[in-house]
């Protein structure tokens, strides 16, 4: 694909502007060809050597060096012109738009060039939706403080840019778990979780000197241990609490990477008044290769902002296997787990702060342990491969015509189903099966929707423990919604009826889109190992029986087979799609929609964590389908035909099974010869009775379907009691102290 991708600018040496380099980086090793656009470009202020790798063109001429507010002139300006700008993106497929305003210049290209656009965003626009820090803290330079100005006096015209150039992209990701959550509150649309990640070293360059000698770059010396710090030298990073920390761990230096700032001063004073100036070493700007060896060199990385929206130091310290200690708010609870891979704080707590560093520093094995599980952690999905991966299929989706695509789709399996229904009604005897459509008892098939109704309830039961931990949920409510996206994915089976509930969960109950997509996926993956369990069992005693069952038994087979595929997928499948022999012969789109579903189910299944939660979900799962199970034997009550209730009940798993196919619209042509062949083969049925049995059960569950799904869609409505508009204003306050409240 050919990819333009824009950012805010280089200016100063950032997380942001790292990532946005290694993802053109990232995708042009995958064989891409990108081009990397900005405002303004400051080579000697931000990652030389990356830059010069990368190559970024300027969309207007830098102001001179002497130009007060030339960053923000330079961001002015490429806002301003870009309907002239974006024509030099007309040879691009796609467009790559990382933050804030280039998301604003992407949709101008959208509208100008007709170029489709995928938004990156790290964070919210913050001159809209500043966090409690930024207020306290104030703008840190005459152009943020030009850009918060600008922002004020224009606030309508800005909202509105922001807004509209969100809601255009074709795709958002979001850096982190974390903050798409946040960004979900804020915009109202989905946002898929693509967390930044850092190039693990291989196992054989894990440090085991982090405790002895001394590291040495030219006149610079640092004696072991030591405690890194790499952040820009802004005061949201707060860098007194390491500062203030280093002065209770006698053992060690504190090693502070980055650029001179004001703050720079300010936090050499504070070094001096607790006693630690000769302790605390700030480097300055270093080269790549330098921070790279200050990462493996470390005893621990500590990242001491307590409202970071990520945290890129963090998985780049895990990369080298380095123990992390940050505060337990923000963007490190999606990165750090604490105990595993580093150490998590209480907010504002230094006394704890300290002391964690201080334990890391004096108990080497424990640091080392911790390391270790957050270099795999990052091997196993954090890495800028995966990351890459993730974005070159973004791209890939949406440089093409998606709605085209969906309908082909459509068309397709309705041509299938109707191709598969005159297959069937060529092959068994209409006229006989049409005969033994009559119902001889009523009050079995009530009975039998009665109980279809009882396990459609304790499904949504099952459902709303998996949203508890996001969002409390009745299961009335639940249950509508499900029986609402029961009906569009009998009519259109696309996963529109997946869509629509994780839509319905974020508009009517607060929950993040992503949250309630992954709560979705973990549910399926239960009504398919409750499947595998009726079909065991149903096999054991067929046999026991009558010596048979082997028929069950494969299909027991078959099902358990596609749940150990899904669950494995789910474990390995970020590393599987990474390894060396699947690169090359998987295609990416493949190998990330992989990696995807494996996030996605790793996110639903956070909730059930709990072993006697996750056991009642089971306990659910299997009381569900026994329930479906009995009432489907009643089917051949109400037809009299004589079928053992306990084989009746074993053949409807596997005819549950149909469902997972690709189908036509109400399943059409796939249930009546799948129906036939299991009831036929497996019940021994003749080709009339089964046929008639499966076009009564399709009539039942279609008229359910379209009666429950329709007063379901009437009954769900917006929740009174969500406050949307206040979460979306508090959002930005991270849901944790005030640093004032904190210190005080």
């Known amino acids: ?29 995958l064989g891409h060809d990108v081009e990397l656009f900005a405002p303004i470009v400051d ?32 961001v002015l300006l490429s806002c301003l ?22 998301l604003w210049i992407a949709w101008v290209a959208s509208v100008v060039v007709g170029k489709p656009y995928v938004a990156y965003l790290a964070q919210p626009n913050r001159v809209l939706y500043p966090r409690a820090v930024d207020l306290k803290s104030g703008s840190p330079t005459l152009d943020y403080r030009l850009f918060s100005l600008l922002a004020r006096a224009l606030r309508p015209i800005v909202r509105w840019t922001d807004r509209v150039s969100v809601a255009g992209a074709s795709e958002v990701l979001a850096n ?142 895990m990369g080298h296997g380095v123990a992390v200690v940050a505060w337990n708010a923000a963007g490190p609870t999606s990165t750090v787990e604490s105990g595993v891979t580093g150490v998590l704080v209480a907010p504002f707590d230094e006394d704890a702060f300290a002391e964690a560093i201080n334990g890391l520093v004096q108990d080497p094995a424990r640091a080392e342990r911790l390391g270790r599980a957050g270099w795999l952690k990052v091997n196993d999905g954090f890495g800028y491969r995966s990351h890459c991966l993730h974005l070159a299929t973004s791209h890939g989706r949406s440089a093409r015509p998606r709605r085209r695509s969906a309908l082909l789709r459509g068309l397709l399996q309705t041509a299938l189903g109707l191709l598969l229904l005159a297959i ?62 029961a009906l569009l994915n009998y009519v259109i089976p696309l996963r529109t009826g997946d869509a629509a509930r994780a839509y319905w969960l974020h508009r009517n109950h607060g929950v993040a889109p992503g949250a ?10 239960f009504d398919l190992g409750a499947v595998v369990v009726a079909l065991a069992v149903g096999a054991a005693i067929a046999h026991t029986a009558t010596g048979g069952g082997t ?28 390894t060396r022999l699947l690169t090359r012969i998987m295609p990416e789109g493949v190998a990330t929609a992989i990696a995807g579903q494996a996030f996605a189910f790793r996110a639903g299944t956070s909730g059930i964590a709990n072993p006697g939660l996750a056991a009642k979900m089971a306990l659910l799962s299997l009381a569900a389908i026994g329930t479906d199970m009995f009432a489907f ?15 009746a009940m074993a053949a409807y798993p596997a005819l549950l099974l149909t469902y997972a196919a690709p189908a036509g619209p109400g399943y059409v042509g796939n249930l009546e010869i799948a129906g036939s062949v299991i009831l036929g083969a497996g019940l021994g049925l003749s080709a009339a009775v089964a046929g008639g049995a499966i076009l009564v059960y399709h009539a039942i569950t279609a008229v359910n379907a379209l009666l429950l799904g329709l007063l379901g869609l009437r009954m769900i409505r917006p929740a009174a009691a969500v406050a949307a508009p206040k979460e979306r204003a508090e959002a930005v306050r991270l849901d944790h102290p005030r640093d004032d409240a904190g210190e005080a």
């Open 551 to 578: 028929g069950l038994a494969a299909t027991a087979l078959v099902a358990a087979a596609l749940l150990v595929a899904a669950v494995g997928t789910a474990v390995v499948g970020p590393r599987l799609a990474r």
């Open 424 to 485: 069937w009604a060529r092959s068994v005897p209409l006229q006989q099966i049409v005969q033994q459509t009559h119902v001889a008892n009523w009050i079995a098939i009530v009975v039998m929707v009665g109980l279809a109704l009882c396990g459609a309830l304790l499904r949504a039961w099952r459902w709303t423990l998996l949203l508890n931990p996001v969002r409390r949920v009745g299961v009335i409510a639940a249950y509508w919604m499900e029986a609402a996206g």
């Open 81 to 102: 012109l870009a309907p002239v700008l974006v024509l030099r993106l007309r040879r691009f497929q796609v467009v790559l738009a990382a933050n804030q305003p280039s």
């Open 176 to 317: 982190g778990t974390y903050m798409a959550g946040v960004l979900e509150r804020i915009y109202g649309r989905a946002m898929e979780p693509c967390p930044a990640g850092s190039h693990p070293v291989d196992q054989e360059e894990l440090r085991a000197d982090r405790y002895v000698g001394d590291l040495k770059f030219g006149d610079l010396v640092i004696p072991k241990p030591y405690v890194l710090v790499s952040n820009r030298h802004f005061a949201v990073k707060h860098f007194e609490y390491a500062i203030r920390a280093i002065g209770s761990v006698p053992s060690a230096h504190l090693v502070v990477t980055g650029a001179f700032t004001p703050y720079t001063e300010t936090m050499k004073r504070l070094a001096r008044d607790v006693g630690a100036a000769e302790r605390v070493i700030f480097t300055g700007l270093v080269p790549d290769g330098l921070l790279q060896r200050l990462y493996g060199g470390a005893a621990v990385y500590v990242y001491p902002a307590p409202e970071e929206d990520y945290g890129m130091g963090i998985v780049e310290a």
């Open 516 to 525: 309630g997509l992954a709560t979705i996926l973990v549910d399926k993956f």
């Open 1 to 29: 694909m050919k990819i333009a991708a824009i950012h805010l600018g280089f200016f100063y040496a950032g997380g942001g502007e790292r990532l946005v380099l290694e993802q053109v980086r990232g995708l042009r090793q």
């Open 43 to 74: 080579r000697e202020a931000c990652y030389p050597e990356l830059i010069d790798e990368v190559r970024v063109h300027a969309f207007v001429p830098r102001p001179p060096q002497w130009v007060p507010g030339r960053v923000a002139l330079a």
């Open 633 to 647: 034997s009643l089917l051949f009550r109400a037809l009299n035909v004589s079928v053992p209730t306990t084989s």
